[in-house]
């Protein structure tokens, strides 16, 4: 546990890097710590998540977790699987599309936003800004404003990363500060007020509710929070619990697409070429910008799916491996049995980084999206997961990329701002952590 926590803590977040040099000199399986295995092989990364029954590491999800209750940290496969059921009909793709417009409302206030600016705004506080208020106002009918915040440094936003930070030294400590008494937290970890006043704010809502209940005749009406605490609490979900599924909301879904967005934009506006194509493609398909273009019709253009492919494939999700546990029996893995008891791993950004699945796995390539062989690589684009675990939010993060990445190039004419690859780097902090934003320079619009 402190060999891998070394690299996590003394070495910035660097236990994704020492995972490629163990692979280089060890091969595709490593044994990393006394009791677990990283496999390199994307073969391993359906036999661990999609296809076995190897359940969840609970030590892990409890004392990783900044919401172990929520249905990403559930141990429980049955308990997972109820959840997930009763959230899936609130996040289908119907549901996604009837509610579309509440997407596009905040993409076009981030557009006429970003237009305000006469300094570079960081294009990365935009995004996180822009996904922040769309799940607010999407979930919990909330209007939270990130978008009008000087700098779009919205609180809650600029404390994500330090929330980050906190939690993965905090995993090594015998206890958790944020659940401790609030006003002890507070003192020993003041990274963690953000995240305690956003659990205030969804407790609250959570006891109007139970006061006043939730008349769901009209659910285009409703939020969905609203609605899925009804049904939950019907079947008896317990409070932290809903509290913790909250909070998952607002956490999982403003980072991951922000950073895919801000990935995407940054080869774009460094790779001319590419982003030539891009603009030709959404020129001639989206001829007059004063009518917004639909989700379902942005989906039929190639060239821009393949450009969201990259940007995902590049910014990988969840980029910490997350740890599965054998059980009683022995499991086999790529061929390899493995013995009970042992915890298992495959990073994401392990898997999109292979170069025989992606030559110049590094490099921005959207064509590689457009080949022959497109279905069978789209099968190893796992920044959403895979199988029963897959994020529940990915009809929404698609919607959103599509819309918000379609409407900033075909509106406005961005230019980096003394763009580095610097500004690529992250570090592993459960999610991508980047410690260099993106600056970009906001021209005249685009007619």
């Given amino acids: 546990m402190y060999y891998r926590g070394y690299y996590e803590i003394f070495c910035d977040g660097g236990w994704l890097d020492q995972l490629e040099v163990l692979h280089k000199k060890y091969g595709p399986v490593v044994r990393v710590t006394p009791d677990e295995l990283h496999f390199s092989d994307p073969g391993a990364y359906d036999d661990i998540y999609v296809t076995s029954k190897i359940l969840k590491d609970p030590t892990w999800y409890l004392t990783t977790s900044p919401a172990p209750g ?13 959840r997930r ?3 899936g009909s609130y996040l289908s793709r119907q549901t996604v599309l009837r509610l579309e417009d509440r997407v596009q409302a905040k993409v076009n206030k981030l557009i006429k936003t970003l237009l305000t600016y006469q300094t570079p705004p960081n294009i990365h506080y935009a995004y996180r800004a822009a996904t922040f208020d769309i799940i607010s106002s999407y979930v919990f009918a909330q209007e939270t404003n990130a978008l009008d915040t000087p700098d779009f440094r ?12 906190a ?18 937290s507070r003192r020993i970890a003041p990274v963690t007020i953000p995240l305690l006043e956003e659990r205030q704010y969804i407790a ?22 609203d609605m899925f605490v009804r049904d939950s609490s019907d079947s008896g979900l317990p409070r932290w619990k809903l509290i913790d599924e909250g909070a998952a909301f607002h956490i999982a879904a403003t980072d991951t697409t922000a950073n895919a967005c801000m990935i995407g934009t940054f080869h774009l506006l460094t790779n001319p070429d590419v982003l030539s194509k891009l603009r030709k493609e959404l020129d001639e398909a989206w001829k007059d910008v004063k009518q917004d273009m639909k989700y379902e019709q942005l989906e039929e253009l190639p060239y821009l799916g393949a450009v969201i492919r990259e940007s995902l494939r ?26 009970p008891g042992t915890i298992v791993t495959c990073a994401s950004y392990i898997v999109h980084s292979n170069p025989f699945l992606f030559p110049d796995p590094h490099k921005f390539i959207p064509e590689r999206w457009l080949g022959e062989n497109s279905h069978q690589l789209g099968k190893h684009l796992v920044a959403f997961s895979k199988g029963p675990r897959t994020c529940l939010g990915i009809n929404l993060a698609w919607c959103e990329m599509y819309l918000i990445l379609a409407n900033v190039f075909r509106k406005l004419d961005l230019e980096a701002h003394e763009a580095t ?18 600056h970009v320079r906001v021209n005249d619009p685009r007619s």
């Fill in 70 to 82: 929520s249905v990403f940290g559930e141990i429980d496969p049955k308990e997972a699987a109820k």
């Fill in 167 to 184: 939690v993965w030294i905090l995993k090594y400590l015998p206890f958790r500060p944020d659940r401790l008494p609030e006003w002890i």
């Fill in 85 to 87: 059921f009763k959230l």
């Fill in 421 to 438: 690859p610097e500004n690529m780097r992250f570090r592993d902090y459960i999610l991508p952590l980047f410690h260099h934003h993106l």
């Fill in 204 to 225: 609250k809502k959570i006891d109007e509710l139970a006061m006043k209940g939730c008349d769901l005749e009209d659910k285009n009406k409703k939020a969905v929070f």
């Fill in 314 to 339: 590049l910014s990988c999700g969840t980029s910490t491996p997350t740890p599965r546990l054998v059980g009683e029996k022995e499991v086999t893995i790529t061929g390899r049995t493995v013995p």
């Fill in 154 to 165: 919205h609180q809650f936003l600029t404390a994500l990363d330090g929330i980050f930070l």
